[in-house]
């Protein structure tokens, strides 16, 4: 079972709608990290925060708004999606930096539709 | 940037065959992680490899990292139904960037 867990599971949202996606984790993490994925399709980085601070952000559209509010916290904002963002929405985290032992932890993701 | 690619895309096996996957990166990696996902799952952490020509094992799964540590690979003996699902292998490049590979979805049949 993961330990990284997001809220809601599933979403459907209108194109005006706001929404958030939530993910919180416990083991002390400094990275957290928000991919895409689509059908038949590896997961996509979107942005990675470091210690608070948003440190990649993957050319991701100006719809989709990340916040860090704490460290154990991870929101991603949505407005004015379109119907091709449609995807598998997953939060990650892990320890900062490359030393052996940085595994990704996933969240069982959240399932959001654009309507 | 970065991409890794992983070879086959899609394999069917009997139930009892062995199965491998291929994971290749255009750059060298810092460490290389392996994922499965099931139908309907999220990935699920399987290992990872640091060293240059690390193997490990895990039961039946098999995990090499090449000596250049632009590649690796994933060997299950003797194939159950209960490995179906889409393997993942992710490559850790720059700073706190992994890069998915394309996956290989393995199909076992009974």
């Known amino acids: 079972d993961t330990e990284v867990t997001q809220t809601p599971k599933h979403l459907v949202m209108g194109m005006t709608n706001k929404k958030s996606l939530k993910c919180e984790q416990h083991m002390g993490h400094r990275a957290m990290y928000w991919y895409k994925q689509k059908a038949k399709k590896p997961p996509e980085l979107m942005f990675v925060y470091s210690y608070e601070k948003l440190s990649i952000n993957e050319s991701v559209p100006s719809r989709f708004s990340p916040e860090c509010p704490n460290s154990s916290l991870l929101n991603l904002h949505l407005h004015a999606l379109q119907p091709e963002d449609s995807a598998l929405y997953l939060c990650a985290s892990s320890q900062v930096g490359r030393a052996p032992g940085n595994t990704i932890y996933f969240g069982e993701g959240s399932w959001l539709t654009v309507v | 940037g970065q991409q890794v690619m992983q070879i086959p895309q899609y394999q069917h096996v009997q139930e009892g065959e062995d199965f491998t996957t291929y994971c290749n990166s255009s750059?060298?990696?810092?460490?290389i992680q392996w994922y499965k996902q099931r139908p309907g799952g999220h990935p699920v952490f399987l290992i990872q490899?640091?060293?240059?020509?690390e193997v490990k094992k895990q039961k039946r799964l098999t995990f090499q990292f090449g000596e250049a540590k632009k590649n690796s690979s994933l060997h299950i003996t003797a194939t159950q139904t209960t490995d179906v699902g889409t393997y993942f292998c992710a490559g850790r490049g720059g700073y706190q960037k992994v890069t998915f590979g394309t996956g290989t979805k393995l199909q076992v049949i009974p």
């Open positions: 750059t060298t990696l810092s460490n």
């Open positions: 490899l640091v060293k240059s020509g």
